[in-house]
């Protein structure tokens, strides 16, 4: 496995548009449903690369606020995948994992499910301007790091390097306002078949990428 260029010098947060399970089933001649099957096999492997190469959190899209559009039963397979179905039942379950998951240390992993970046933003000033309204933030206090502390993210670093798999080069509503700086990596590579080795690659290759921010080079 590459290991990054030098030493903390590979993304911190990276995270993943997990894209292209349902041409990897179609092309077998399977139902999207198996190739969802064989993507989830992927999110394992690919976590468990993350302590060697330096990554120490990582945000993975699973479900999107659009996805509902799909068909009936690809969201329904969808949801027994999770184990979980939007209700009452995922967030006990969800609190459950958390818990039972609050001692680890190595990597902080992050499922987005039912995440859209609009929604989340749209949610984000709902609340901010509730806060004005009751006196408890003044509005020309409210600058760019006003916003972020009401994202769903607030406790996660920006993600530094974002990956979408299957060949589309769009972000698809994830992470908006936090990929704002972020480098990008689109590649062919349907998800199941992406593994350790290429996020390996990607993880060196960034590494190697001069990051401004706006400035100029030191
Ligand atoms: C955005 O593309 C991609 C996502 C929201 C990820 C969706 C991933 C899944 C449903 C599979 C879940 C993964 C596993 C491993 C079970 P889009 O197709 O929603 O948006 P687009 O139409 O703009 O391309």
Redesign the pocket.
């Known amino acids: 496995m590459p290991k990054p260029i030098r030493e903390g010098n590979g993304p911190r947060h990276v995270a993943i548009?997990?894209?292209g399970?349902g041409r990897w089933a179609q092309r077998r001649g399977r139902p999207r449903l198996f190739g969802?099957?064989a993507?989830?096999k992927?999110?394992r492997e690919i976590v468990e690369a993350c302590p060697d190469l330096g990554v120490r959190y990582v945000t993975?899209?699973?479900?999107?606020t659009?996805?509902w559009r799909?068909t009936q039963s690809e969201v329904a397979g969808?949801m027994s995948?999770?184990r979980v179905r939007l209700d009452k039942k995922l967030v006990s379950l969800m609190d459950e994992l958390e818990l039972m998951t609050s001692g680890c240390t190595g990597v902080n992993l992050t499922i987005?499910i039912n995440?859209g970046g609009r929604d989340e933003v749209a949610r984000a000033t709902r609340r901010l301007a509730q806060d004005v309204a009751a006196g408890k933030l003044d509005p020309d206090a409210v600058n760019e790091e006003t916003l972020p502390k009401y994202l769903d993210t607030c406790v996660l670093p920006d993600p530094d390097l974002v990956i979408?798999t299957s060949g589309?080069a769009?972000i698809?509503?994830?992470l908006l306002w936090q990929s704002a700086y972020a480098e990008y990596e689109f590649i062919d590579t349907l998800?199941p078949d992406f593994c350790a080795e290429e996020f390996g690659r990607l993880v060196t290759a960034y590494g190697n990428r001069e990051r401004r921010y706006g400035g100029v080079k030191a």
């Open positions: 548009i997990m894209d399970n969802h099957h993507g989830a992927r999110v993975i899209f699973a479900f999107s659009e996805n799909r969808l995948l999770f987005a995440y979408r589309e769009r698809s509503n994830f998800w």
